[in-house]
């Protein structure tokens, strides 16, 4: 009896330590597809100021100052709420009013190829301006931001773009370029699951044993079974695309989604047990650990 459980227990101890011969060789070129993780960090040129210290430092506190919204009550951190992974944990945000959608995080945004949950932006800094002029959220206007920019900021504004606050249009796209230059320091840090992905890079597999197997199975099925890479791809597990199921959204990134409950554009569905409930056909067991996963992507 002794015997058998010895034998058992190396069985399994085996099993443990060699994570990387239970992928297949397209499963392992799947998951590796999946980082490195950061990717490089580049500076938008779509933006001038994007990555200078100064433009950062405006756009911070132009993110927490409520006096740009037209009722001078609420800021973008109202809905993007740091302690809350930049996001508010509502199904729908709610700024001055009630909107339709839920509101996205802003971890890793400055890898988005599209904005807004209906991907209607190109770029950061347009997407930054479009909740200052909507009604339900911060209902300003662009003489609004812009004298509050020239009674509290000018001289920072004028140290950033290099001139005197010129027309309100022109301010109002400096604050959206400012905005964005804060948000893209939003960047999550390297979570187990990177540290798996770049062990079986260099095949390591007394690294890669440390990942829970139960993770690993859950790994599997997103890239098998699951095909759950084929929209959520990528080192931020986003194909960047925009789907249309009815209603057109951006595929949203997966890095830290077990923190940004509730789901879906909606924020429809509470867990992420429902959300790969709702998207598969996979039995309790798989799903179970499938959501294993996706919380193994959480950045510690």
Not at 18 to 41: D, N, Q, T
Not at 121 to 145: F, G, K, N, Y
Not at 162 to 190: H, M, N, Y
Request: with cysteine; glycine share 8%; net charge neutral.
């Amino acid at each position: 009896m002794k015997v058998r459980i010895t034998l058992v227990l190396a069985a399994l101890a085996l099993t443990a330590m060699a994570p990387a011969s239970a992928f297949s060789p397209e499963e392992i070129r799947k998951i590796l597809l999946h980082g490195p993780w950061p990717p490089p960090l580049r500076a938008d040129p779509g933006n001038r100021v994007s990555g200078r210290p100064a433009a950062i430092e405006l756009g911070e506190r132009l993110f927490f100052e409520p006096r740009l919204s037209g009722t001078g009550s609420v800021l973008c951190a109202s809905c993007h709420v740091p302690f809350r992974g930049f996001q508010d944990a509502r199904p729908r945000a709610f700024g001055l009013e009630q909107a339709e959608r839920n509101t996205p995080s802003l971890l890793n945004v400055r890898f988005n190829r599209r904005f807004g949950w209906d991907g209607a932006r190109d770029s950061l800094w347009a997407q930054s301006i479009r909740p200052l002029l909507e009604p339900r959220e911060m209902r300003a206007t662009p003489a609004h931001v812009a004298a509050v920019v020239r009674k509290n900021y000018s001289s920072e504004y004028a140290a950033v773009f290099g001139r005197f606050p010129a027309s309100d249009e022109e301010i109002l796209v400096d604050v959206g370029k400012a905005l964005a230059a804060f948000q893209e320091t939003l960047v999550t840090s390297r979570t187990p699951f990177d540290d798996f992905r770049d062990a079986l890079e260099r095949g390591d597999d007394a690294a890669a044993a440390g990942y829970p197997l139960a993770a690993q199975r859950g790994l599997r099925i997103f890239v098998g079974k699951g095909n759950c890479s084929g929209c959520h791809s990528g080192p931020q597990f986003t194909s960047g695309g925009v789907a249309d199921s009815g209603v057109r959204f951006r595929v949203p990134g997966l890095r830290n989604v077990a923190r940004t409950a509730p789901y879906m554009h909606d924020g429809s569905l509470a867990t992420l047990r429902d959300v790969v409930g709702f998207h598969s056909e996979l039995n309790e067991q798989e799903v179970v650990e499938v959501v294993t996963f996706l919380e193994s992507l959480t950045a510690e």
